[in-house]
């Protein structure tokens, strides 16, 4: 990776602030609308007095830091436990779906069958980074479901 991403990630390691990792999505993820939306997310959950997980925000700008910038918008909520969650689909069987954890990752994802009617289904809980080079060794779904060409 890049110098601009490791400098990215000490950056990331050093917030502990709702606020401060606001401001770090809007100066990183300049491209799509990642800090729009968490910036409205953060809005209703207080309507809802739901307190969102620093940890898991973490997680999930390091997931997308790693993606480098080079992927398609996810949709993005926050569940009512404070975790942040995103998920990309293409089609019914084509889906993948993160809530990140201060350390992990609770995936699904589905794929098309070239055997059956029935999607694969893939679940369970893995690293961040881990994940992030699952999804590569196996190439899951990343040319046109992730990452954009």
């Known amino acids: 990776m890049s110098d601009k ?7 990331l390691s050093q917030l502990d602030k709702l606020n401060e990792l606001l401001a770090f999505s809007k100066e990183v993820f300049t491209e799509h609308y990642i ?11 207080r309507e809802d007095d ?12 390091l997931f997308l830091l790693k993606l480098n910038n080079n992927f398609n918008v996810p949709a993005i909520a926050i569940s009512e ?10 089609e019914n069987f084509h889906i993948i779906t993160l809530q ?22 893939l679940n369970g809980k893995m690293g961040i980074l881990d994940f992030h080079q699952l999804l590569i060794e196996q190439n899951i779904a990343i040319r046109n479901l992730i990452v954009v060409n």
């Open 81 to 90: 436990d404070g975790l942040c969650c995103l998920n990309w689909k293409k």
């Open 35 to 45: 800090a729009q939306r968490i910036e409205e997310l953060f809005e209703l959950c």
């Open 50 to 61: 739901v307190v969102v997980s620093v940890s898991s925000l973490k997680s999930m700008l």
């Open 5 to 11: 991403y490791s400098q990215y990630v000490l950056r």
């Open 100 to 121: 990140f954890r201060s350390d992990y990752i609770d995936y699904v994802v589905f794929l098309p069958s070239q055997e059956s009617n029935r999607p694969i289904v």
